[in-house]
Nanobody
């Protein structure tokens, strides 16, 4: 059973940067970042597989960077050029199988952290 502890987040002005961290308690085949703004559906931000493959949502490509330190079981979400539309609660999520990573079936979630851009 993977436990995820997320940190980072906060409030920044437009154009600023923030970094989120997600520490997993054990091995996980992938970690995906999600966000949900008030009144909006949850959307995927990007995913990183344990082997290093990374995919981004179009809305954050070239602004957000996902990386990982497998030795620390930690995944990072570096967010640059933040805009007010990026304001949301951000979550990292994991699953137990590579198949579930591909089909976006996540059953382990972090507590979430608020990102506010003004």
């Amino acid at each position: 059973h993977v436990q995820l502890v997320e940190s980072g987040g906060g409030s920044v002005q437009a154009g600023g940067s923030l970094r989120l961290s997600c520490v997993a308690s054990t091995y996980r085949p992938c970690i995906k970042w999600f966000r949900q703004a008030p009144g909006k559906e949850r959307e995927g931000v990007g995913i990183i597989y344990y082997g290093g493959k990374i995919e981004y949502a179009t809305s954050v490509k070239n602004r957000f960077t996902i990386s990982q330190d497998n030795g620390k079981n930690t995944v990072y979400l570096q967010m640059n050029s933040l805009q007010p539309d990026d304001t949301a609660m951000y979550y990292c999520a994991a699953t137990d199988s590579l198949r579930d990573c591909v089909s976006s079936q996540f059953n382990h979630w972090s507590q979430g952290t608020q990102v506010t851009v003004s």
